[in-house]
């Protein structure tokens, strides 16, 4: 009777292992990509590893690559999949962080994350990210502080010698000033005055008809969401 309950239970057993094999089997993959420049106009630079070249169009950018655009030009880069950022005339930024985080094979199974990080060094930058089924992190950071994008937002932010300034198109994006614990969020319409770090100056946040009564020259958009 024992051996009669051993071989019983052998089958179940295989069934397991079988189940477990496929499932350990399943590939999670978590890479590093590269940006797209996806239309150009005008001169800009990239510093790539030390190398400093004229940008073509459709070229692909790497983490740690610099960009610079001449006074007259623009550019429009797919920094992630759904994430689209448009650099300004006489603008530099840095790509910090590109990743994407697939659930098995990247060609039958989805994207299950997202994230990208750029340093804005000089003037403006817009950025606009789509809605993801996925975790989607997409950061500007400045001098002055860091803004985390989200999804399904559209914000421009534009750097001086002594501020940034955060706006808010479409969507909603929260802001963290340096040396401060403190997180706000900036609804559609409104922006925020980042002082830089030990000022005594104060955020300032303003309804869609105080932003352009406030900075009319700052931020030329023509967007009606």
């Known amino acids: 009777m024992k051996r009669h309950s051993q071989l019983h239970f052998v089958p179940g057993a295989i069934v397991i292992l079988v189940a477990l094999a496929f499932t350990g089997c399943r590939p999670h993959l978590d890479r590093e990509i590269s940006s797209r420049v996806l239309a150009l106009q005008g001169d800009v630079q990239c510093s790539v590893g030390g190398q400093i070249s004229r940008l073509a169009g459709d070229s692909f950018l790497p983490p740690g690559a610099k960009i610079s655009s001449g006074p007259s030009a623009r550019v429009d880069l797919m920094?992630?999949?759904?994430?689209?950022?448009?650099?300004?005339?006489?603008?530099?930024?840095?790509?910090?962080?590109?990743?994407?985080?697939?659930?098995?094979?990247?060609?039958?199974?989805?994207?299950?994350?997202?994230?990208?990080?750029?340093?804005?060094?000089?003037?403006?930058?817009?950025?606009?990210?789509?809605?993801?089924?996925?975790?989607?992190?997409?950061?500007?950071r400045t001098a002055f502080g860091v803004v985390d994008t989200g999804q399904e937002m559209i914000c421009r932010v534009r750097v001086r010698a002594d501020s940034a300034r955060v706006l808010c198109i479409c969507g909603q994006v929260i802001v963290s000033p340096s040396g401060s614990k403190a997180e706000l969020t900036i609804h559609k319409g409104h922006f925020a005055d980042l002082p830089a770090a030990g000022s005594t100056a104060v955020l300032i946040v303003g309804a869609g008809a105080e932003v352009r009564a406030a900075a009319p020259d700052t931020f030329e958009i023509e967007h009606s969401p």
């Open 79 to 140: 920094v992630l999949p759904g994430v689209l950022l448009e650099l300004a005339g006489d603008t530099e930024i840095e790509i910090l962080r590109l990743r994407l985080e697939r659930d098995g094979d990247e060609s039958i199974h989805p994207m299950i994350a997202r994230a990208a990080e750029v340093r804005l060094l000089r003037r403006s930058i817009t950025a606009s990210a789509g809605r993801a089924e996925t975790d989607s992190k997409f950061l500007v």
